[in-house]
C-alpha cells in the first residue's frame, strides 16, 4: 500500500518562499506521475504543479514562474519551491501520485497547511 507523507507547511509573509516535501513508501510498479494540489477553504481541489513519469513538470497558470516541481525517483520523493508567495496561494497542498495503465491507482497525502499573510 502506497503512503504518502507530506512535509514543510508553514505561515510566511507575502513575497516569501517556503519548500514542501513529500515522501512515498510502500510498493508502486509501472509508470507514475507526482505532484502537488491545493484546496482553499471554500474552493475545490485544483493542481498546481506535476511531473510527468519522465520527470517534464506542469504548472497551473496561477504559479508559473514563482514554483518549481522537482521529483527524486531513487528516493522517491516530489518537493515544491514555492517562491514570491502570495495570499491567494493560502490553501491546504496536497501531494498526489497517479499510477497509469490498467488498472491505474490514485493516491492523496494528508495534506500540509501553507498559510501567506503579513
Known amino acids: 500500500q502506497v503512503q504518502l507523507v507530506e512535509s514543510g507547511g508553514g505561515l510566511v509573509q507575502p513575497g516569501g518562499s517556503l519548500r514542501l516535501s513529500c515522501a512515498m513508501s510502500?510498493?508502486?510498479?509501472?509508470?507514475?506521475?507526482m505532484g502537488w494540489y491545493r484546496q482553499a477553504p471554500g474552493k475545490q481541489r485544483e493542481v498546481v504543479a506535476v511531473t510527468s513519469g519522465a520527470g517534464r513538470p506542469s504548472y497551473a497558470d496561477s504559479v508559473k514562474g514563482r514554483f518549481a516541481i522537482s521529483r527524486d525517483n531513487a528516493k522517491r520523493t516530489v518537493s515544491l519551491q514555492m517562491n514570491g508567495l502570495k495570499p491567494e496561494d493560502t490553501a491546504v497542498y496536497y501531494c498526489?501520485?497517479?499510477?497509469?495503465?490498467?488498472?491505474?491507482?490514485?493516491?492523496w497525502g494528508q495534506g500540509t497547511q501553507v498559510t501567506v499573510s503579513a
Open positions: 498526489n501520485v497517479v499510477r497509469l495503465g490498467s488498472p491505474g491507482a490514485v493516491y
Open positions: 510502500g510498493s508502486i510498479s509501472g509508470i507514475y506521475t
